[in-house]
T-cell receptor
Framework: NAGVTQTPKFRILKIGQSMTLQCAQD?????MYWYRQDPGMGLKLIYY???????DKGEVPNGYNVSRSTTEDFPLRLELAAPSQTSVYFC????????????FGPGTRLTVL | DQQVKQNSPSLSVQEGRISILNCDYT??????FLWYKKYPAEGPTFLIS?????DKNEDGRFTVFLNKSAKHLSLHIVPSQPGDSAVYFC????????????FGKGTRLSVIA
């Protein structure tokens, strides 16, 4: 049971490039989340999903897109990367609305230069 | 507008003493609260939670206290150990529905040997 896995661990992008951050979980959780954490700040919700085929915007969705074609995977797409997207990105999963504990992946550190 | 506030960015405590981390919230609909612990270069991990039907929950060295009338909760760590040095996030949610967790900015705890 690997829990929540994220790839890559680190990435450097040039302004205007695009990339996909991968997230997978093997706990059969319906709920999945993408957060970003900027230095000295808390976790800000980018997008979330309550099940395959269902996604919704969080607090800071601009510049990102997500898809949820399977229960296991929840990739985050960055189009036209900007320096403001330099951050650490965390993916999390949760069993459902009655199970409030979220399980986090190890994070992806992204730098946009 | 921050719905979950951790007003102390950092805290230093001597090994063996009590660490008290505080969290305030503004949304009266919140009725489930969680504490997460985060080490550098790792994702947050769940530590302890409390439902609004309780005013205290204890798990080993960790105790969370909830004061609903004051919209305040605190995490007590007794005795503090050097391995407790980490960033602690407070999070809150309504106990029903699909509403995601709302996180505070975190408090960095340093336990000095």
């Amino acid at each position: 049971n690997a829990g929540v896995t994220q790839t890559p661990k680190f990435r450097i992008l040039k302004i205007g490039q695009s990339m996909t951050l991968q997230c997978a979980q093997d706990m059969n959780h319906n709920y999945m989340y993408w957060y970003r954490q900027d230095p000295g700040m808390g976790l800000k919700l980018i997008y979330y999903s309550v099940g395959a085929g269902i996604t919704d915007k969080g607090e800071v969705p601009n510049g990102y897109n997500v898809s949820r074609s399977t229960t296991e995977d929840f990739p985050l797409r960055l189009e036209l990367a900007a320096p403001s997207q330099t951050s650490v990105y965390f993916c999390a999963s949760q069993g459902g609305p009655s199970y409030n504990e979220q399980f986090f992946g190890p994070g992806t550190r992204l730098t946009v230069l | 507008d921050q719905q979950v506030k951790q007003n102390s960015p950092s805290l230093s405590v001597q090994e063996g003493r009590i660490s008290i981390l505080n969290c305030d919230y503004t949304n009266s609909m919140f009725d489930y609260f969680l504490w997460y612990k985060k080490y550098p270069a790792e994702g947050p991990t769940f530590l302890i939670s409390i439902s609004s039907i309780k005013d205290k929950n204890e798990d080993g060295r960790f105790t969370v206290f909830l004061n609903k009338s004051a919209k305040h909760l605190s995490l007590h760590i007794v005795p503090s150990q050097p391995g407790d040095s980490a960033v602690y996030f407070c999070a809150a949610s309504p106990n029903s529905g699909n509403t995601p967790l709302v996180f505070g900015k975190g408090t960095r705890l340093s336990v000095i040997a």
